[in-house]
């Protein structure tokens, strides 16, 4: 898919492909364009705004391998945000970069659901200046309940050096995640990620998505769980969670992509209590590593595992010691 700038629209085209042959016109732009709502393109396709072969068609027409759709998308409406006291968790601070220990239940950027008491809110309280830098100097993100290590740009220089490295995949990422079944080795998932053809709050391995891949190995084995360390070579959204999923081992407690609540036979009282009051994934960002977008050093943080998560995995830990697992 292709793209450029205007000043009001974004202009993207894309070729129907073997996959959207005989499809409608608004099913197809869903799989093309599948950062914006199926709502939101059908709404363009009345408007005007796709075309095919140049042509307007309505959202039930069908399209055909090799015709090129034209999308002049309008820009996301932008969300006011404001300073907020809100308590950070640094790390590590200089004139260009902020390394931050992200808590559970801490969104990262405002949005429609989420206009305040967001972590981009926190930084702009902060450190003001912030406000001068693209989403406060926020590069990536984590999840609202996932943890873990986050690292924020202080200058234009370093924003535009550290979207660089994301991209050049030369940022170190490694997450430890507790998955549900019992793994015996580790392995890559390379699977594409895109927006789930039906649930659009989702994502989905799919043909047509962006490139993903997940390389994990095993930490710790437990009775029905295993511990993982997860290291990203892309950063799709969700992409952990998606590609265990799809591997048949999601994150324990993922509210979107996890399984029902299997307990170990027999296990004591206190571990089913806190395996049953865990209501976000058991996912943390332990390591970050890059390095430095202006003086050019080698930078490598690890956060510890948060009490919540800790104190599950040692309560899987006994639970293992106790029927003598190995």
Same mark, same amino acid.
């Given at each position: ?117 967001? $972590?981009?809110?926190? %930084? ?6 912030? &406000?001068?830098?693209?989403? /406060?100097? =926020?590069? @990536? ?86 511990? $993982?360390?997860?290291? %990203? ?6 992409? &952990?969670?998606?590609?265990? /999923?799809? =591997?048949? @081992? ?22 089913i209590n806190v395996m049953r009051g865990f209501k976000r994934q058991a996912l943390h960002a332990f390591r970050l590593g890059f390095v430095h977008p202006v003086t050019e050093e080698d930078m490598l943080f690890e956060a510890e595992i948060p009490d919540d998560m800790t104190e599950l995995l040692e309560l899987l830990a006994e639970d293992a010691d106790a029927h003598a697992y190995y």
């Amino acid at each position: 898919m292709d793209q450029s700038n205007e000043q009001q629209a974004q202009v993207l085209s894309a070729e129907v492909g073997d996959e959207q042959a005989g499809m409608r016109l608004d099913q197809a732009v869903a799989q093309l364009f599948s950062d914006y709502s199926r709502s939101r393109l059908t709404a363009w396709i009345k408007d005007g705004r796709v075309s095919v072969e140049g042509q307007q068609r309505r959202p039930r027409d069908k399209v055909w391998a090799g015709e090129r759709l034209i999308l002049r998308a309008e820009p996301e409406p932008q969300v006011a945000c404001v300073p907020q006291d809100i308590p950070l968790d640094i790390r590590y601070e200089d004139d260009y970069v902020l390394v931050i220990n992200k808590p559970a239940g801490l969104v990262v950027h405002p949005a429609a659901g989420n206009p305040d008491g967001t $972590l981009q809110n926190a %930084l702009l309280h902060h450190e003001p200046g912030l &406000i001068n830098l693209p989403r /406060a100097g =926020i590069v @990536h993100r984590l999840d609202k309940d996932t943890t873990g290590l986050m690292v924020v740009a202080k200058s234009e220089l370093a924003h535009k050096n550290l979207v660089a490295a994301l991209q050049a995949r030369d940022v170190h990422r490694e997450y430890r995640a507790l998955v549900v079944g019992e793994l015996v080795a580790g392995g890559t998932v390379d699977e594409p990620i895109g927006r789930h053809p039906t649930v659009r709050t989702r994502m989905a391995v799919h043909p047509t998505g962006k490139p993903a891949v997940t390389h994990y190995r095993v930490e710790e084995r437990y009775r029905g769980h295993t511990l $993982l360390a997860v290291r %990203l070579e892309t950063g799709r959204t969700h992409q &952990i969670r998606v590609h265990m /999923a799809y =591997i048949r @081992h999601p994150v324990f407690g993922d509210p979107v992509y996890g399984n029902r609540l299997r307990l170990p036979g027999g296990a004591a009282q206190e571990l089913i209590n806190v395996m049953r009051g865990f209501k976000r994934q058991a996912l943390h960002a332990f390591r970050l590593g890059f390095v430095h977008p202006v003086t050019e050093e080698d930078m490598l943080f690890e956060a510890e595992i948060p009490d919540d998560m800790t104190e599950l995995l040692e309560l899987l830990a006994e639970d293992a010691d106790a029927h003598a697992y190995y």
